[in-house]
């Protein structure tokens, strides 16, 4: 900017030298840059916001969210700038402790003086790990197989024992039916077809009563 003290010396070999020190000012609106405009955090963490500004006559500098509204050191915000050399650089910080749902989004430092002012932005967005769900079953055969493996019992919090084939396809009384529904019901799945429910016991149990039967020969 070519501001600073200035120092004009004269000098013709005799004493005393003339010395004249002069100071040049330029005024000169905000200019602003932003190193990081867009970071990822997980929640919990801490993150550091930063912002950079040159600007004289020295110039306002603070921060608001996206939708305008001001930001002000509390627990949740820490707000510092930093004087550089020359003076009329600053360094904004801004810190926000504990990410939160409601903290991710879009971030503005602002500088103002009597000549402009100026105004950059940083996104923060969630950068924690996916949600890890397992897809809902796609065949008939798969819903039958997720229906038949071990049910966790919310009410007496408990685990079931499989149900047997005959009480799956509903041999083994009235209460069979039902349970097999309710089970259904508590797995959110769809209600199963006779066709599907005969079709899955054969596919799981006829080469078991295969074996069965090829030890049987072997022994008698």
Same mark, same amino acid.
């Given at each position: 900017?070519?501001m600073g003290a200035y ?5 013709n070999g005799y ?9 040049v000012?330029?005024?000169?609106p905000p200019?602003l ?5 867009l ?19 020295a110039?306002l500098?603070?921060?608001t969210r996206?939708d305008g509204?001001m ?8 707000i ?6 020359p003076e009329?650089?600053?360094h904004?910080?801004l810190t926000?402790?504990y990410m939160?749902?409601?903290d991710?989004?879009t971030?503005r ?5 009597p ?5 950059g932005?940083?996104?923060i967005?969630d950068?924690?790990?996916p949600p890890?769900?397992s897809?809902?079953p796609t065949?008939?055969?798969?819903m ?5 493996n071990?049910v966790?019992?919310?009410a007496?919090n408990?685990t @079931?024992k499989r ?11 009235e ?10 019901? @508590?797995l ?6 006779a066709?599907?429910?005969s079709?899955?016991?054969a596919?799981h149990?006829c080469?078991?009563?295969l074996?069965?039967?090829?030890i049987a020969?072997?022994?008698?």
């Amino acid at each position: 900017m070519g501001m600073g003290a200035y120092l004009c010396i004269a000098s013709n070999g005799y004493p005393p030298t003339v010395s004249k020190r002069i100071v040049v000012s330029v005024d000169f609106p905000p200019m602003l840059w932003i190193p990081h405009q867009l970071i990822g955090a997980a929640r919990g963490k801490t993150v550091v916001l930063e912002c950079y500004t040159e600007a004289h006559p020295a110039s306002l500098n603070y921060w608001t969210r996206g939708d305008g509204n001001m930001i002000y050191d509390s627990e949740k915000y820490h707000i510092e700038n930093r004087i550089g050399n020359p003076e009329y650089k600053i360094h904004m910080l801004l810190t926000v402790r504990y990410m939160e749902e409601t903290d991710f989004g879009t971030y503005r430092c602002v500088a103002k003086n009597p000549r402009g002012e100026t105004d950059g932005s940083i996104k923060i967005y969630d950068s924690g790990p996916p949600p890890t769900t397992s897809p809902p079953p796609t065949t008939e055969a798969e819903m039958f197989d997720k229906i038949n493996n071990q049910v966790w019992d919310l009410a007496d919090n408990r685990t @079931r024992k499989r149900p047997s084939p005959l009480a799956v396809s509903g041999h083994e009384g009235e209460g069979t039916q039902g349970e097999r529904i309710e089970m259904e019901e @508590r797995l959110n799945l769809p209600a199963l077809s006779a066709n599907a429910v005969s079709l899955a016991l054969a596919h799981h149990y006829c080469p078991l009563l295969l074996t069965l039967a090829l030890i049987a020969s072997h022994l008698y």
